[in-house]
T-cell receptor, first 115, second 114 residues
Framework: QQPVQSPQAVILREGEDAVINCSSS?????VHWYRQKHGEAPVFLMI?????EQKGHEKISASFNEKKQQSSLYLTASQLSYSGTYFC????????????????FGKGTHLIIQP | DGGITQSPKYLFRKEGQNVTLSCEQN?????MYWYRQDPGQGLRLIYY???????QKGDIAEGYSVSREKKESFPLTVTSAQKNPTAFYLC?????????????FGPGTRLTVT
């Protein structure tokens, strides 16, 4: 089932902060974050795993609340280059406790940074 | 430079014709994926492959077919049975299959069927 992202779109001035949320109705094993600029390929930002492990770009900050099945991506002191569409992808916990193979993406959050 | 290539960038076809989209990676990744992207819909998984000569259907496999004869190649055929084939198609790969592996995407192919 597709995760829900909020907000759908946000417009910021350069230097302002933004938070993008991703929530699921299922227990999650991992949450993935990607950014896509118009007409280009999505680029990997971060993975947050059940149990607290994270991997990704050092300048990206995110959280994963396993109990609430939610993740948030924090963009601080935004730069013009942060503009794009942000997608979260979720991997549910299988009945055995491990993670499933499939990654299901949300519909995306459009971020516009103005000078 | 290592990466994923997709060709062509733009593709136009007449309704009723099958069309094959190319995806090649030189990252030595085991897993490869095909996604479809429509405006406002995010990315939806069509097919994925964990190893050579093995692949599984994703969420929207109807009207599509794939092959994985070589590790570096994962072509997607959009058949005439696909009811609404016009979309942006993205190929991706990852080192392994599982919840902790990041995916690397190709530049995409925009298919228009009229």
């Amino acid at each position: 089932q597709q995760p829900v992202q909020s907000p759908q779109a946000v417009i910021l001035r350069e230097g302002e902060d933004a938070v993008i949320n991703c929530s699921s109705s299922k227990a999650l094993y991992s949450v993935h974050w990607y950014r896509q600029k118009h007409g280009e390929a999505p680029v990997f930002l971060m993975i947050l795993l059940k149990g607290g492990e994270q991997k990704g770009h050092e300048k990206i900050s995110a959280s994963f609340n396993e109990k609430k099945q939610q993740s948030s991506l924090y963009l601080t002191a935004s730069q013009l280059s942060y503009s794009g569409t942000y997608f979260c992808g979720t991997v549910p916990v299988m009945y055995s406790g491990g993670g499933a193979d499939g990654l299901t993406f949300g519909k995306g959050t459009h971020l516009i940074i103005q000078p | 430079d290592g990466g994923i290539t997709q060709s062509p960038k733009y593709l136009f076809r007449k309704e009723g014709q099958n069309v094959t989209l190319s995806c090649e990676q030189n990252l030595n990744h085991d897993a490869m994926y095909w996604y479809r992207q429509d405006p406002g819909q995010g990315l939806r998984l069509i097919y994925y492959s964990q190893i050579v000569n093995d692949f599984q259907k994703g969420d929207i496999a109807e009207g599509y077919s794939v092959s994985r004869e070589k590790k570096e190649s994962f072509p997607l055929t959009v058949t005439s049975a696909q009811k609404n084939p016009t979309a942006f198609y993205l190929c991706a790969s990852s080192m392994g299959m599982g919840p902790g592996y990041e995916q690397y995407f190709g530049p995409g192919t925009r298919l228009t069927v009229t």
